[in-house]
């Protein structure tokens, strides 16, 4: 349920890792500059978990493979999603937030 591919999150997460180690050589005392990198990449893998798992939205029956349509065109997206148990709750749904958030 997004346009970002697992080969973009890949890119991104070797850029955050050269970085981080070109930090660590030229700027000692940069502590806090490799603790936003290293939060970084930890999220772009939680991302990645998200295009690798195959949810279900307990809304409407879509998944992350098989998107509802939008208006615009281009397919709902996830507000919310429990990776481990494979399922969310995509944007198309929203007026059922309050139930998952329960």
Known sequence: MTHITTHDIDDLISRLNLLSRALATTQLNNSQACKYI????????????????????IGCGCTGFKQCTTSDG?????????????????????????????
Not at 38 to 57: G, I, P, R
Not at 74 to 82: F, P
């Open 38 to 57: 290293n939060e970084a990449e930890h999220s772009l893998f939680k991302a990645k978990d998200v295009l690798y798992t195959d949810s279900t939205c």
């Open 74 to 102: 281009w397919g709902c997206y996830w507000l919310v999603i429990d990776c481990d148990r494979q399922w969310g709750l995509c944007s198309e749904c929203s007026d059922k937030l309050s139930s998952w958030q329960e």
